[in-house]
């Protein structure tokens, strides 16, 4: 469970550096802010700040964090965690997450600069987030892929494919 | 709560539709689904390059003219040029053929359009929440009404759809251009699309008709917004379009978001 949850921690200083993206409107390659919380992962490569993630970062090896199939019957609950404050270069900003049953469910910020446009910059359409170590762990519940087209051909080595067949 | 997955290989890609909810398995959700299916093979009939038959094929052999042509068939043309003007020309209609003859080709608008209106189809379903992946091309909508209460609104702001604000969230992960076998980043989306332009599966593919050349480079461009196929005419036109595009589509894109790996 410390695992987890450093690693959501690690989550969301991602998150913030991604909403420091959005606060600044016109720059498409804004990179690296100031990161209060370091990710607390033995990534040997930690993510940059950069929006352009590449896949140089390893996924470690680290046992599995995600929560085996429900051996309870009831729903798992929501759990909310508070990152720390992060300075940006536009001010303080401050990620909460709700994580259920393993998975983000739910982020928010609930402290942002004053004076942006927050409410357009941080919209609802999605919420880019997680970390690339997180992604590996939970890439068994992504419910879909998007990525450059893929052909009838390529399918069967897909992702996506794979999402496919667990579900028909 | 469950759900369930169909999958169709229609204009040479495989569409997946996933619904979530109540009575996945009921006969009429059986029947819109293949409702949405119908109407993608209804757009591969009529604007495939790959069918000699098809309307865009008469219309690129210069058999039949645009004028004539299906009404949806001109609604492709208007939406096009559209496309063209919204992206000073970085989306186009005219491709280079086998022979680098520039034709009539709106195939690159056509996917998500015709995904969007498969999408409005599923949407009529009550109660269920579903995700159309067409190639990697992503929409997704509706409501589980069973978990309404439970449902989370996302964070405020945003215009966004459901008047009440609720909506089935689904993972979108997007893929790592570099490494197909890996999600780079996850996207989580109650209604809207996401669409994902790069040369990851296809190679050099897309077109860029300001250098009249093909692009070949790494990486990829997604963008998040209300329609995929807005969605995806944007990220094909930051892909293959100049730096300076990215300033047009923050002023006329309005809703529209930009991922770029």
């Not at chain 1, 600044?24 to 607390?40: D, E, K, R």
């Not at chain 1, 910020?109 to 910059?121: I, K, S």
């Not at chain 2, 169909?6 to 619904?19: D, T």
């Not at chain 2, 999408?119 to 379903?125: D, P, S, V």
Request: with cysteine.
């Amino acid at each position: 469970m410390r695992r987890i949850v450093s690693t959501i921690l690690s989550t969301i200083s991602i998150m913030v550096l991604l909403f420091s993206y959005h606060t600044s409107s016109s720059s498409a390659t804004v990179s690296a802010s100031p990161v209060v919380q370091q990710p607390a992962s033995s990534d040997p490569n930690p993510p940059s700040g950069s929006l352009t993630s590449g896949g140089s970062s390893k996924s470690g090896g680290t046992s599995t964090t995600r929560p085996g199939p429900a051996a309870k019957p009831s729903p798992p609950a929501a759990i909310a965690y508070t990152g720390g404050v992060a300075s940006t270069r536009w001010g303080p900003v401050q990620v909460r997450i709700t994580v259920r049953g393993g998975k983000v469910t739910r982020a928010q910020a609930v402290q942002y600069p004053q004076g942006t446009n927050q409410d357009a910059q941080i919209n609802s359409y999605a919420l880019p987030i997680l970390d690339q170590e997180v992604v590996q762990k939970q890439s068994a519940s992504i419910d879909t892929v998007s990525g450059a087209t893929v052909t009838s051909d390529g399918y069967l080595q897909s992702l996506q494919s794979a999402i496919d067949q667990a579900h028909l | 709560m469950s759900r369930r997955a169909w999958v169709q290989q229609i204009m040479g890609m495989p569409i997946s539709i996933h619904l979530r909810g109540k009575d996945v398995d009921s006969p009429m959700v059986a029947h819109v689904v293949e409702d949405a299916f119908v109407l993608l093979r209804e757009a591969d009939r009529l604007f495939s390059t790959y069918r000699d038959d098809s309307e865009v094929s008469r219309i690129r052999r210069g058999e039949l003219d645009p004028g004539h042509a299906d009404p949806l068939v001109q609604e492709v043309i208007a939406l096009c040029r559209q496309a063209g003007e919204l992206t000073k020309g970085a989306f186009t209609d005219q491709l280079p053929d086998d022979q680098g003859v520039l034709r009539f080709d709106p195939t690159g608008l056509v996917k998500g359009w015709a995904a969007d209106r498969a999408a409005n189809r599923l949407a009529e379903l009550p109660g269920l929440a579903f995700c159309l992946n067409a190639g990697g091309d992503v929409v997704v909508g509706g409501t589980e009404s069973e978990t309404e209460s439970e449902t989370e609104v996302q964070v405020n702001g945003g215009s966004r759809p459901s008047k009440d604000g609720s909506g089935a969230l689904w993972r979108v992960g997007i893929e790592d251009p570099r490494d197909r076998s890996r999600v780079a980043q996850v996207v989580q989306l109650h209604h809207g699309g996401v669409a994902t332009s790069g040369t990851a599966a296809r190679g050099a593919h897309l077109y860029d008709p300001n250098a009249q050349t093909f692009v070949d480079r790494a990486g990829s461009v997604s963008v998040i917004g209300p329609s995929l196929m807005w969605a995806d005419v944007w990220a094909t036109a930051l892909f293959v379009g100049p730096k300076s595009l990215m300033l047009r589509f923050s002023e006329v894109a309005d809703g529209y978001r930009v991922i770029s790996l």
